[in-house]
C-alpha cells in the first residue's frame, strides 16, 4: 500500500494508491484501521530515569564516600553499634533521596506531556486537531507557517511554502517545496515535493498526504529525536553543586585541624577521628541537591497549573529576575476573541453591534452590494475553517471571524468555493503584509486580496464604487489612510480588502489592484491585564507593547488594559530603529512599538539586553524564533503560538494571557528565596554544630555532642524542615521588591552574615546549657542528653528565623506554611522519643530527662530565638524609619 518512492509519483496517481481523497481525507473507521496496523507515530519516548539508576545516583557523592569511611573506621576499631548506625543512616539518606528525586522526576516527565504538539488534519471532509500520535498514512495534513512537521508528507498544495531542514539534512538554508514529482533517486535534500517528521515550515502554507510515519519516516531511519535534548541541570542547580563542593573542602580542613587539636590535647584517638569526620559530613548540607530538585519541580508543577508551562529549568532562575517585558497585543493583552464589528465601502459605514447582524443590519447589507463584495472577498482569501457561525472553528482567530460574519451575511466559504475554485494561493508575508488566493471565475480568474491597509491601498490603482470602478489618486488613497486611523482610535484591529481579475493563474497577486474597503474587528481588552500591569510596575517590572498592528489601535488597547504614561510615546515602523540607535534613555521612555517587523523584535530584544535589562518576550509566530531564542525568557503562546515558536521558547503560556506572564514572575520570586532560605538554614545549622564541638575541642572540655549524636540530628533537621521551607508559598508582597540582580549569589554577604550570626547564637544556647547542666550537678550522660537536645531543638525553632526581615514577626509566610508545622511536629517527636526507649538510648547515649532537664532544653533551645527575632524587630523598626 505504502509507495518506496512517494516523492517520485504524481499526486494523481499517489491518492488512489493511498486509497485517500485529497479533499475528503480518511474516515473515522480506516483511520482506526491503519493506526491498529501502522501503529503510533513516534519514534521513541523521551527515556525516563530508571529506579535503579535513581538509587545508584544517592550513593555517587563526596559525602557518602566520608560516611562510609567513618563506618569502616567504626568496624576497624570494634564499635559495631556505631558501624551499623552510620550505615542505616546512609540507607535512610539514600532511601529519602531516592524518594524525593523519583518523585520530580516523574513530575518533570508528567509536565512534558502537557506540551503534546497537534496538527490539523481533514478526515470526513471536515478539518480537525488531533495529537501528532495519531496521525496514519494516507492522513490529509494542513500545514501553515509556522508548523513542525509531524511526519513524512507528499504535498499535493503549495503556496510558497519552504522548510527548514536542518535538523535533518544539517542545510541552514530553507529549502523551497512544490507539488511536482522528482526523480525517484533524489538525494533527501533534493525531494522539494516532500515535508519529512522534524522539519518546520518557515513560510507559506500547504497540504500533504502522510506517506509515512513513526519509524518508518525518515527521521527514523536515521534513529535522530525529534524531541528536544533534555537541557540538564539548572543554573540555579550548578551553583548550589559548586556551593556544596567548596563547602566540602573547607569543612575537611577545619575537620582535621580540630581532630589534631584533640589527639594533641589527650582525648580518645577514635573518638577524635570519628568526631572528625562526622563534623565534615555535619557541616556539609548534603539535602541541597535534594531540596533544590523539589523546590524546582514543585515550582514547576505550581506554574503548570497556572497555564505556564516551563520547557527549560534556568527559565525558573530567570523569572525571578525579568525587568522588562515586552509583549505582544493580540491575545495576550486581548481576549483574541476576535469580532467583526465595521464594514467600510466607498457607500458608507455599517456597524454591527454584536459580530451576529441584527435584523435592521442584516437588511443594510442585503441592501449594500459593495459590502456583500467585502465580504466574499474576505471569505475567499481566507485558511481557517467554520461550517456553522455557532462553532468555534479552527485556524487564525481573526479569519475565523471573518467566515462568521460571512456566513451571517449568506455566504459560506464552501459554497462559494464551488463556484470559485481555488487554482492558487498566495500565503501571508511578513515582508508585503498581504496574502492573496486566486479563484475560477465566469470570465476568467479572480484574485482576492487581504492584508494591512497601508499596503493593499499602495498596492491598489483603483476603488469600487457604487456604480463600477475609479482610479484611485493620492487624495482618496489618503482619506481611506485616514478612516482606517479613525477605527483605529476605537480600539479596532483593521484589514482593508481588494480585488482584480486576469485570465492566468499565475498573475502577479499584488499589482494593479481594485481596492474594495476596510473591515474593522474588536479584540475585547482582558479584564484581569489592568491588575497584572500594576503588580508589574509595583514589582520594578516595565511593560512594553511591541505589536505588528497600527498605532492607534495599540494606543487604544494600552489605555484601556492601563499601561500607563508611556503610551503616549508610541514608535511607529522605520523610526525603530532610530531609537534602538539611540540607547537606554529612549528605550525607558517607549511605551508601545506599533507595526514591529520581525526583524525589529529581534533587535528591540537586544537593544533591552545592551541596556542592562532582563526580558521577556512574548510571541507566537515562526518569524518571532529569532527573538525567542535571544531573549533572557522567550515566552510562546500555547494556543495560537507556532510550534517552532514553543520550540524555541523557554516558556509556554497555555491559556496565552499576560497575567500568566506575571504570575510565573511571581512563582520564579518564590522559588528562589525559598532555595536561598533553606540553604542560609542548613548552612547555619551545621555551622554551629562544628561551633559546638569545635569550640569544645580548643578548650578541652568534654564533647557536648557525639558523633552519632551529630549524624542523628543531620538526618531529622537536615531533611524535613529543609524540604518543608522548600514548600513554600511566598510572601504576599513579594512582587512588591524591586528585581534581584541576576548575577547575586545564592547567598550574598547580608545572607553570610545572618549564617554566621544564627550559628553563633544556636552555639551560645547550646553552651548555655552545658554550663546549666553542670549548675545542676548532672553527670555525663545527662549533660550530652541536655546539649544535644537542646541544640536539636534550637534548630527547629531556627526555622522561624527564616522569615523576611521585613515581614511580621508572628504571622508570616513561614509560620503561614503548613508543611512547616507539620515537619516541627515530627521532629519533635524524633527528637524527644529516643532517650525514653532503651536500645535508641544506649546507640545514641542518651539518658531519659527528668524536668529540670527539660526546663534547661527548652529555656536555652527558645533562648536564641527570641534573641535573634528580637535584633530582627529593632533593625526592621530602624530601617522602616530610616526610609520615612
Known amino acids: 500500500m505504502l509507495p518506496e518512492t512517494p516523492h517520485s509519483l504524481p499526486v494523481a496517481q499517489l491518492l488512489p494508491q493511498l486509497r485517500v481523497s485529497g479533499a475528503e481525507g480518511l474516515s473515522d473507521v480506516e483511520v482506526n484501521a491503519r493506526r491498529k496496523r501502522f501503529g503510533s507515530n513516534t519514534i521513541a519516548a523521551r527515556r525516563a530515569a530508571s529506579s535503579l539508576r535513581l538509587l545508584l545516583h544517592q550513593f555517587k557523592s563526596p559525602i557518602i564516600y566520608l560516611l562510609s569511611c567513618a563506618a569502616g573506621l567504626a568496624f576497624y576499631f570494634g564499635e559495631l553499634e556505631e558501624g551499623s548506625a552510620i550505615i542505616a543512616v546512609l540507607a535512610i539518606n539514600a532511601l529519602i533521596g531516592f524518594m524525593t528525586e523519583s518523585k520530580a522526576a516523574r513530575s518533570i516527565e508528567a509536565l512534558r506531556a502537557l506540551g503534546t504538539r497537534t496538527v490539523r488534519v481533514r478526515r470526513e471532509g471536515r478539518v480537525h486537531l488531533v495529537p501528532a500520535e495519531e496521525l496514519v498514512p494516507g492522513d490529509i495534513v494542513v500545514l501553515d507557517a509556522g508548523d513542525a512537521v509531524s511526519a513524512d508528507l507528499r504535498l499535493i498544495e503549495t503556496s510558497n511554502l519552504s522548510a527548514d531542514e536542518s535538523t535533518l539534512t544539517g542545510e541552514s538554508v530553507n529549502v523551497d517545496k512544490q507539488t511536482h514529482p522528482v526523480s525517484a533517486d533524489a538525494r533527501l535534500s533534493d525531494r522539494a515535493s516532500m515535508l519529512f517528521k522534524g522539519t518546520a515550515v518557515t513560510r507559506g502554507t500547504g497540504t500533504g498526504v502522510v506517506v509515512a510515519t513513526g519509524l518508518a519516516t525518515e527521521l527514523g531511519q536515521v534513529t535522530r529525536l525529534v524531541l528536544e535534548a533534555d537541557p540538564g541541570s539548572s543554573p540555579l542547580e550548578r551553583k548550589l553543586g559548586r556551593l556544596s563542593a567548596q563547602l566540602v573542602w573547607a569543612t575537611i580542613v577545619v575537620a582535621a585541624v580540630i581532630g589534631v587539636v584533640g589527639l594533641m590535647g589527650g582525648g580518645d584517638p577514635l573518638l577524635m577521628v570519628e568526631a572528625a569526620i562526622a563534623l565534615a559530613v555535619a557541616a556539609i548540607p548534603e539535602g541541597l541537591p535534594i531540596v533544590a530538585t523539589l523546590a524546582l519541580g514543585r515550582g514547576m508543577w505550581r506554574m503548570a497549573r497556572q497555564n505556564a508551562l516551563i520547557e527549560r529549568l534556568s527559565a525558573v532562575e530567570t523569572l525571578g529576575a525579568t525587568t522588562v517585558i515586552l509583549t505582544d497585543k493580540t491575545g495576550t493583552l486581548t481576549e483574541n476573541r476576535m469580532t467583526v464589528r465595521r464594514l467600510c465601502t466607498a457607500s458608507g459605514e455599517i456597524q454591527l453591534e454584536t459580530g451576529a447582524p441584527k435584523d435592521g443590519e442584516r437588511s443594510q447589507l442585503a441592501g449594500d452590494p459593495q459590502a ?258 535571544q531573549a533572557d525568557i522567550g515566552v510562546a503562546m500555547g494556543l495560537r503560538g507556532s510550534d517552532v515558536a514553543r520550540e524555541a521558547a523557554a516558556m509556554i503560556l497555555l491559556d496565552d494571557a499576560f497575567p500568566t506572564i506575571v504570575g510565573a514572575i511571581r512563582e520564579g520570586r518564590v522559588i528562589f528565596a525559598n532555595i536561598r532560605r533553606f540553604v542560609a538554614y542548613l548552612l547555619s545549622c551545621n555551622l554551629s554544630e562544628v561551633m559546638v564541638v569545635g569550640l569544645a575541642v580548643l578548650s578541652a572540655l568534654p564533647l557536648p555532642l557525639l558523633p552519632l549524636q551529630i549524624l542523628y540530628l543531620n538526618l531529622v533537621t537536615d531533611v524535613f524542615p529543609a524540604f518543608a521551607l522548600a514548600m513554600g508559598e511566598g510572601e504576599a508582597g513579594i512582587l512588591k521588591h524591586p528585581p534581584r540582580d541576576p548575577k547575586e549569589p545564592i547567598l550574598g554577604r547580608w545572607q553570610w552574615i545572618t549564617i554566621v550570626l544564627h550559628g553563633a547564637a544556636l552555639t551560645a544556647g547550646t553552651f548555655g546549657a552545658l554550663a546549666a547542666s553542670s549548675w545542676l550537678g548532672l553527670d555525663a550522660g545527662a549533660t550530652v542528653t541536655v546539649t544535644f537536645l537542646t541544640l536539636a531543638f534550637a534548630q527547629l525553632w531556627h526555622t522561624f528565623n527564616m522569615r523576611d526581615l521585613h515581614s511580621r514577626p508572628v504571622v508570616n509566610e513561614v509560620t503561614r506554611n503548613g508543611w512547616l508545622w507539620a515537619a516541627l511536629l515530627l521532629c519533635a517527636g524524633l527528637l524527644a522519643a529516643p532517650p525514653y526507649l532503651p536500645p535508641a538510648a544506649h546507640l545514641l547515649n542518651l539518658a531519659p530527662l527528668n524536668a529540670d532537664m527539660w526546663s534547661v532544653v527548652l529555656t536555652f533551645s527558645l533562648a536564641p530565638l527570641i534573641v535573634t527575632q528580637a535584633i530582627a524587630v529593632v533593625i526592621s523598626s530602624w530601617q522602616a524609619r530610616g526610609q520615612c
Open 372 to 629: 456583500a463584495v467585502l465580504l466574499r472577498v474576505a471569505v475567499l482569501c481566507n485558511d481557517a475553517h467554520l461550517d456553522s457561525a455557532g462553532e468555534g472553528g479552527s485556524g487564525d482567530p481573526m479569519e475565523i471571524s471573518l467566515l462568521r460574519a460571512g456566513l451571517h451575511a449568506g455566504l459560506k466559504r464552501t459554497d462559494l468555493l464551488d463556484v470559485h475554485r481555488i487554482v492558487r494561493k498566495h500565503a501571508f508575508d511578513p515582508t508585503t503584509k498581504m496574502m492573496a488566493t486566486v479563484h475560477e471565475d465566469s470570465d476568467g480568474m479572480l484574485v482576492a486580496v487581504k492584508g494591512a491597509p497601508e499596503a493593499v491601498l499602495a498596492a491598489a490603482t483603483c476603488a469600487t464604487v457604487e456604480h463600477g470602478e475609479v482610479a484611485l489618486d493620492d487624495a482618496t488613497r489618503t482619506e481611506w489612510l485616514s478612516r482606517a486611523d479613525r477605527l483605529g482610535h476605537h480600539g479596532l484591529r483593521v484589514i482593508a480588502c481588494a480585488m482584480k481579475r486576469g485570465t492566468l493563474a499565475d498573475v502577479a497577486p499584488y499589482e494593479r489592484l481594485v481596492f474594495v474597503g476596510l473591515i474593522g474587528l474588536e479584540d475585547p481588552a482582558r479584564a484581569d491585564v489592568p491588575q497584572a500591569l500594576q503588580d508589574c510596575r509595583q514589582a520594578g517590572i516595565r511593560v512594553v507593547m511591541v505589536t505588528g498592528d497600527h498605532a492607534v489601535t495599540a494606543r487604544s488597547i494600552g489605555r484601556a488594559v492601563g499601561l500607563g504614561e508611556t503610551i503616549a510615546n508610541v514608535v511607529e515602523g522605520k523610526k525603530i530603529a532610530q531609537v534602538i540607535q539611540t540607547g537606554q534613555p529612549a528605550l525607558r521612555d517607549v511605551g508601545i512599538f506599533a507595526r514591529v517587523s520581525p526583524d525589529e523584535k529581534l533587535a528591540l530584544v537586544k537593544a533591552y539586553q545592551a541596556a542592562g535589562e532582563i526580558v521577556a518576550m512574548t510571541g507566537d509566530g515562526v518569524n518571532d524564533a529569532p527573538a525567542l531564542r
